[in-house]
């Protein structure tokens, strides 16, 4: 009798740790498929940071891949006031902008911003001034999905939130 007893109570201890299982499959589902999206995050934040590196590097051309058909005008108003000075700036230095994804904010399914911490980028001040290096720089930058696909949308050049101390 005490066997029996005693292998009653481990089938139902057994079938206690089967429901307890059970439960926290149920808990853990709605969390799994909700709506903290890692894969919209990391192609949003792979699309700022292809972007970033072309733009920083000022190839404007492979940046445009990636931007919004409205932000292009942009690029190109960067491309237009780019002078032989700062191309040989870019030329003499021996390691390009350096771009690093720090943080991806997904505001909905359609909309993220990106902040982008940026190392030995040519900074174009002003119109007719001379460009310069910065060691530093951070930038947000929003992005749609369109079709499918992230695209950063520039509404001006981008700016740095850091100032650097160059």
Known sequence: ?????FLYFCRVFEIFNVMKLYF???L???FLVSGCDMTGSGEAGSTAGRWAEAYFNCDF???REYTTAEGCKWLQYAASNMTEGDVE????????????VTD????????????IHVSRWLAMDSVGQASSLKEDGIFSVDLVKRNGRWQVRMAGLPQSEKQSRD
């Not at 009798?1 to 007893?5: D, Q, S």
């Not at 700036?89 to 690093?100: F, G, H, I, K, S």
């Not at 991806?104 to 902040?115: C, F, I, L, W």
Request: hydrophobic residues 40%; charged residues 30%.
């Open 24 to 26: 926290y499959l149920l």
């Open 89 to 100: 700036l870019l030329n003499a230095q021996p390691e390009d902008a350096e771009v690093t």
């Open 28 to 30: 853990a589902i709605p």
């Open 1 to 5: 009798m005490r066997k029996e007893k």
């Open 61 to 63: 051309e492979e940046a």
């Open 104 to 115: 991806v904010y997904e505001g909905n399914d359609s909309m993220a911003t990106a902040r």
